[in-house]
RNA sequence: GCCGAUGUAGCUCAAAGGUAGAGCAAUCGCCUUGUAAGUGAUAGGUUAUGGGUUCGAUUCCCAUCAUCGGCUCCA
């Protein structure tokens, strides 16, 4: 049984620090506010409305002071007050006075969130500091370890998170039981930063966003473009086998179809302004649903020919607010993976168990094995028949529950229009990224009046489920940049072998292997420049190309390659025609490596 | 969009109120090489953009754009 994260030491460490960096805080600004300060993954934060901007160097000073703190070893004392004792203490304290507010109605704690019964008040005094806190601490201050504590950097962070909100400075610092643990921690960081698909997107030339073309535009480069057609011809072979038929459909479309839709009235904020031309206006789409409805609609279908998977990768455009672009996780032209499936409810439990492991098995295709589920339902405002939400929400589940998947369920976080199951994965940072999604909708099929005919002849409205699986290609490839951390597997590398001849007597050879290795489908180069081979070697090794073949006069003579990996591993001479067969063979099972 | 930071050569960075420099990469030679950097030379920058202050701005100020870390958002 795994501890659980809330009752180990290490989280009363965290929560700990956060309240002596806040006293820290507190005495360099008196007339600082302060906010809330919880312990989080790795760390732990406080917020605080402050006269001015912090620095690095006000960092500096929280941490040597908080360490002079920590050394007092003074007593964590926890007390229960009630409203009114809890509002004298915390009288020049306006967030605190807002929480203790709160906590009085019972309805919320102290993160905001709806909590059942009233709870009890309680304050934690330490050294100078007293604080509005449900605890729970270590024993005393000197229970952290102040070799192991670090204040990492500044954000700014709206009070409750709500935007209409005043923003507050949000101090983010990690603490650990050990030093070994913070310098493990940091290092990991380092690592992950080696593995950041905006730095090896340019390292391996992969893609690049340029001024000149638009903040959240991509450019692909040979190399990524070639690692994006590997994998989209392998999902175009999958959904070949599972029913699938692609359509293509334009990149605008005519403002009422947007009205139609909903798109104009509920998500017009997120789309690029019009371009009008003979009076009409076109919207550039910021999705793919309306002309796969539109396709759907061009014949009266029978449930005989359902269920219909119509799949297309559509780009799409959306007008980002600019401070959430991030390399290609967020971007504002992206192509989805797309695909609308249309069935009749009799037929509606299996499309979804379908469409949910015909999603593992895509992601899992891509050596994705951590992948997060999460279930959404009914929110407050929802359009649609309760009764096909009840029986959407009850297949999903089932769905999940028979893909033997963890899950998480979000009550109420589902889209006005229907319930869905996202898939999540984790990036180097351990950032949270969506890629695939499986959404019912419940909007469109009504705003366009879509039906089926029955075999009693009448028409009857077909479910609609929408789904990517990948998401967003850009997204699916900055996840697949940073999982790899740019060493793709064999099938998908640009370049699966580099030849490296040691001389030049060398070279008209080692273009005769690249031929016959090229006729068997192999992405290879000949290394041609008069370099000497370690620095060949070493400019390989830098690409990630899976294997050096190097070629000197022992070589030549056996008809043979010196093969290595780019793990370092020498596998040492073998015949062309060895080579060739096992090469084809790691491409044809995915290897990796 | 909001808070903060940053923007100098393709990349990583340095310098400075008097029109910028290194390493790597690139290009051209020489070397002809045995598993992570051989060697010489050459070329490369309106210091993000637009204003302002100044005799003079790339440096100081303002705005814009972009990037980074967060927050919010993510039909």
Known sequence: MVEKYEDSKL???????????AQAVLEKFPEGKVAIGPPIEDGFYYDFDLPRPLTPEDLEDFEARMREIIKNDSEFIREEVSAEEAREIFEDQPYKLELIAGLEEGGIDEHGNPVEEKPVISIYKSDKFVDLCRGPHVESTGKINPKSIKLMNVAGAYWRGDENNPMLQRIYGTAWLSPKDLKKYLWRLEEAKKRDHRKLGRELDLYSISENVGAGLVLWHPNGAKIRFLAERFWEDEHIKN??????????????????????????????????????????????C?????IYKSNIHSYRDLPLRYAEKGTVYRYERSGVLHGLMRVRGFTQDDAHHFCAPSQMPEEIDFVLSFSLHILRSFGFKEIKAYLSTRPEKAVGDPKRWQDAEAALEEALKRAELPYEVDQGGGAFYGPKIDLKINDALGREWQLSTIQFDFNLPERFDMSYIEDDGQPYRPYMIHRALLGSIERFFGVLIEHYGGAFPIWLSPLQAVIIPIADRHVEYARRVAADLKQAGLRIKVDERSDRMNAKIRDAEKQKTPYMLVIGDREMEGNQVDIRRRSRERLGAMNVEDFIAMAVKEVEEKVEG
């Open 11 to 21: 989280y009363r460490v965290r929560h700990s620090a956060a309240h002596v960096m």
């Open 290 to 294: 309306p002309f796969h409805v539109e």
């Open 243 to 288: 029913g699938y038929d692609f359509v293509y459909t334009p990149h605008i479309g005519k403002a009422n179809l947007w009205k139609t839709s909903g798109h104009l009235d509920f998500y017009a904020e997120n789309m690029y302004a019009p371009i009008e031309i003979e009076d009409q206006q076109y919207y550039l789409k910021p999705m793919n």
